[in-house]
């Protein structure tokens, strides 16, 4: 699905509960930022809107090579927030600086890690929405 900037400015313009309400009043259900997630930025009430780039990270025995996040990275489109969630739990930083920098400069709007985080002397100084799980 492509969303034009036009509507994707209207739902930045909104209040993250009007928009809930309005979801669930069209019989979708109620969503919500699942619990645990929080802003790890400066403004914790900066609204984002945009497309979902997502990511699935499978644990392994093996550490989890670079290369597959970095295509990930690589591949951001321009106005959308990256979502990165594992298969399980790895008890470990699904997010950090790098990724972060690299997907800030291919233009994404925010990013949802739910797991850990890292990284926030440098995360923290970018002014990039990014919210996690856990740090």
Do not use: N
């Amino acid at each position: 699905m492509t969303y034009s900037s036009d509507v994707i400015g209207r739902y930045q313009r909104l209040y993250t509960p009007l928009v809930s309400d309005c979801v669930e009043a069209v019989g979708l259900g109620a969503h919500a930022l699942a619990p645990g997630l929080v802003p790890f930025h400066t403004d914790s009430s900066r609204v984002i809107a945009g497309p979902a780039h997502t990511c699935k990270v499978r644990r392994t025995d093996e550490r989890i090579e670079i290369d597959g996040l970095l295509a990930m990275v690589d591949a951001t489109p321009d106005g959308s927030i990256v979502v990165v969630t594992p298969d399980h739990d790895i008890g470990g930083a699904l997010w950090g600086g790098l990724m972060t920098a690299g997907v800030q400069q291919r233009g994404a709007v925010g990013a949802v890690a739910d797991g850990g985080i890292r990284d926030l002397h440098q995360v923290i100084p970018l002014d990039f929405p990014v919210f996690a799980a856990y740090r």
